[in-house]
């Protein structure tokens, strides 16, 4: 295993500094306790990156704190966020630039989150490969009480040391972990955690949490990590219950997390087995019914019918939603499910679209504009039934929404796994 003992020059150009600014222009992001936006901080890029790199060569800088941000979760609790400082996700940036190459290609093969070249869909694949084609069919859900606001500084820094022994990034990472957060004006020490929301906590996390991936390995458990999300497969509940102990033990002995026991469980694939938004169930996936739920009332704001604005400007903000969510969930069989959602969408749209034409009269324009000849009958234009009637669909048939440029959520080819390492 190589040690690195210099490291702290790489950042010490404005290359470095320029390059970390490019990528955190990319993610944006809120400002920090400053209030400067990443915009902000461009109009006058050469002179603030000079100064961040006067202060780095003169070993004089000092990170802000980071602003808390309250972020509410589906279950009704809180995520507790901290942003720094566009000035300090920079250094942030270029820190884990250098530090990412040393301590990635070593991780745990089943570790998914926040690593180059690795996602969601990649977890979840793992994970149905165990289940299915090896029969560990009984899965023990770890669940880790705020993960990030917990990890043990001391630690971090003692696993950092494994690979890295430059004096001067430890110094720069324990500023990091030491600079405090900023809440309603008032700040407060940060005895413990990395702060989830900084661009560097994720590889941190990682780093810290690689200490249990490799024991997990040696003990020969199979597990699937992405983040704080746990999961360790086993062939028998016996076994199952025997890692739930193990992998509180390191967790929580070892390595200073808490182990939320309430949420902590043994779940059975025929049963089905939550994890990041899908049920992976022994022999199909579906998409959790809570996201499903949020989808849909996210799409109902989009499409309310007194929203003032027109087809083309409606389905311009749903698109992203459609496309997102859907491209997400396609790893779930779901095909089923998306071509009602779809008939859905495009009665809401038809429903829409009628209340826009306001009188009959204008259906039935439009209707004679098609070719289909009269008398027609005289429906109320705002009403649900009728947004379902043969008249609304002749009107606006399926293809006539691909026209106008809905993305057709009924034709995403769903249920594909990709292939894992």
């Not at 990319?26 to 915009?39: F, H, I, L, S, T």
């Not at 530090?99 to 089943?110: A, E, L, Q, R």
Request: hydrophobic share 40%.
């Amino acid at each position: 295993m190589r040690i690195h003992y210099s490291l702290y020059g790489r950042l010490l150009s404005m290359q470095a500094l320029y390059e970390g600014f490019r990528k955190v222009w990319k993610n944006k992001g809120a400002p920090g306790v400053d209030g400067q936006c990443v915009e902000d901080f461009a109009q006058d890029l050469e002179s603030n990156l000079n100064q961040l790199l006067l202060e780095l060569q003169e070993k004089r800088y000092q990170p802000q704190p980071v602003k808390r941000v309250e972020i509410p979760k589906d279950d009704g609790g809180i995520r507790l966020l901290g942003i720094p400082a566009v000035r300090d996700r920079i250094v942030q940036q270029c820190l884990s630039t250098i530090m990412t190459p040393i301590f990635d290609p070593d991780f745990h093969p089943s570790s998914y989150g926040y690593r180059p070249g690795r996602s969601c869909h990649q977890a979840i694949s793992k994970a149905t490969m165990f289940i299915r084609k090896y029969g560990r069919r009984h899965v023990v859900d770890m669940d880790l009480s705020k993960c990030f606001d917990m990890l043990d500084h001391d630690v971090i820094i003692q696993s950092v040391k494994r690979r890295i022994t430059d004096g001067s990034i430890l110094k720069l990472i324990d500023k990091f972990l030491k600079s405090g957060i900023m809440i309603g004006g008032v700040w407060q020490e940060s005895e413990l955690g990395s702060p989830q929301g900084g661009v560097f906590s994720p590889l941190l996390a990682n780093i810290y949490l690689d200490a249990f991936d490799q024991e997990m390995k040696q003990r020969n458990h199979r597990i699937v990590r992405y983040a704080d999300d746990i999961l360790i497969l086993c062939c028998t509940q016996t076994a199952a219950e025997h890692a739930r102990k193990v992998t509180s033990h390191i967790l929580e002995k070892k390595l200073k997390l808490i182990v939320n026991e309430r949420k902590t469980h043994i779940a059975h694939s025929d049963e089905g087995v939550k994890f990041l938004g899908v049920v992976i169930g022994t022999h199909s996936t579906q998409m959790q019914e809570k996201k499903f739920k949020h989808f849909k009332a996210k799409v109902k704001r989009l499409t309310r019918r007194n929203s003032g604005k027109n087809l083309a400007m409606v389905v311009k903000e749903l698109n992203p939603v459609l496309r997102g969510t859907v491209n997400y969930f396609k790893i779930a069989n779901i095909s089923r499910k998306l071509s009602q959602l779809a008939g859905w969408i495009r009665r809401r749209l038809r429903r829409l679209q009628l209340k826009l034409w306001k009188k009959p009269m204008k259906l039935h324009r439009r209707l004679k504009q098609l070719g289909y000849k009269p008398p027609f009958k005289f429906i109320t234009m705002d009403s649900w039934k009728n947004a379902a009637s043969p008249l609304a669909n002749y009107a606006m048939p399926n293809q006539w929404f691909k026209d106008v440029g809905l993305y057709a959520i009924d034709e995403v080819r769903t249920g594909i796994l990709l292939p894992v390492r």
